[in-house]
């Protein structure tokens, strides 16, 4: 815990209809993570950062110092996680082609995304698609065409980052322009993609990252509500933190699943 003590995460929000507190945690190794505290004094960690929600009776655990002594047993005894969540979801393999992506379209492939008006998503978030328009407030302000939105200004930084493979920005928008992206191969071959441009371009950025390669093998997952840098993009099986507005988006799967939330109760026997 980088020697910082636990009881530093430990934050207790009272429910007096229910006597009962929510408590969270945050564990993290390094403390190298911040944490910005809202007006209602809930802990918001910001990745990289994974929060462990235990809900607890008052009654029960007194004095509240016990629940660091809780904590530490479960950080000293993890349990082993055997299955990934698509197990726990019971995803059987999706049917889609994920090897077409980033491959030349075919003449049945562009027949199958033809729409009115065309839909022209890309992995270049300048791109301004008619089909999916943006509805952000600079939008609404300045026109669709000014393409000022601050997601489109985040993930290209998010690129000029983590996918210069190809050298330049411009470099990498050129290779992927006669390609199928991933929006692409999942509606061509029968998917839904999101309606909203910036969810639709967020897949289309984050499909290219190392760690999801190949696509359908990789149990990539993440948080298609959030802004690209704070999505909690996960290749290991593991879904990421989750609020009760997530919608997490499983790239393997071409779809998407509320989140399910689980808490721990520790009360009397």
Not at 159 to 181: M, R
Request: charge should be neutral; include cysteine.
């Amino acid at each position: 815990m980088g020697g910082v003590p636990l009881s530093h995460f430990v934050v207790q929000l009272p429910f007096e209809a229910s006597h009962a507190s929510v408590v969270i945690h945050c564990v993290h190794q390094f403390c190298e993570f911040n944490c910005v505290t809202c007006a209602c004094k809930h802990i918001i960690p910001h990745s990289p950062c994974e929060c462990l929600l235990i809900l607890c009776i008052n009654e029960v655990i007194q004095p509240y110092t016990h629940l660091t002594d809780i904590f530490a047993l479960m950080v000293k005894t993890p349990i082993v996680v055997e299955g990934t969540f698509r197990h726990l979801l019971g995803l059987a393999d999706a049917p889609f082609p994920w090897h077409r992506l980033g491959q030349p379209y075919t003449a049945d492939e562009m027949m199958r995304l033809l729409t009115t008006p065309p839909c022209t998503c890309s992995v270049d978030p300048r791109v301004v698609c008619d089909a999916h328009p943006c509805k952000c407030a600079k939008c609404h302000d300045h026109g669709r065409q000014s393409v000022r939105c601050m997601w489109r200004k985040g993930a290209l930084d998010f690129l000029h980052k983590n996918a210069l493979g190809a050298g330049t920005l411009e470099n990498l928008f050129d290779g992927c322009k006669d390609s199928l992206t991933y929006i692409q191969v999942l509606e061509a071959y029968g998917g839904h993609g999101p309606a909203s441009g910036r969810e639709r371009n967020l897949l289309n950025v984050m499909s290219l990252m190392p760690s999801l390669q190949p696509i359908g093998a990789t149990n990539g997952i993440l948080d298609k509500t959030k802004t690209i840098g704070l999505s909690g993009l996960r290749s290991d099986g593991v879904a990421g933190t989750m609020l009760t507005g997530s919608t997490m988006w499983s790239l393997d799967d071409g779809g998407y699943t509320k989140p399910i939330i689980s808490f721990v109760v520790f009360c009397s026997v």
